[in-house]
């Protein structure tokens, strides 16, 4: 059984020997199997911009919002604002943030 890295392993495993396995499981996490990762790269970023855009029409507001936020954490540069959880936020893991909202 394998996921991520386990998936990665599994998956080369039975490039090499595929009759050296009776079944296989892969739970996600896995990485497309294509020769490089330009073209996933460039259909999650045309997806971002849809998701990015599909947001903001539903919340107009988040826009000034947002941008008043980065604009706020960059100024700290490489003081970054300090979370109750002892982690830190920067504009760059604040941005980040979105694409977890954007998981369903």
Known sequence: ???SFGGFCSITYLSFFP???KEAFLCGGL???VKGPDEVYRRLYKKVIQ???SYYQKYPEDVERVKSIVKLLQRFGNSTVRLPSEGSLSARRFQQLG???GAH
Do not use: K, S, V
Request: no cysteine; net charge negative.
């Open 19 to 21: 009759e050296g396995l």
């Open 1 to 3: 059984m394998g996921q």
């Open 31 to 33: 990485q497309p199997l």
């Open 51 to 53: 998701r990015n855009e």
């Open 99 to 101: 694409l977890m909202f």
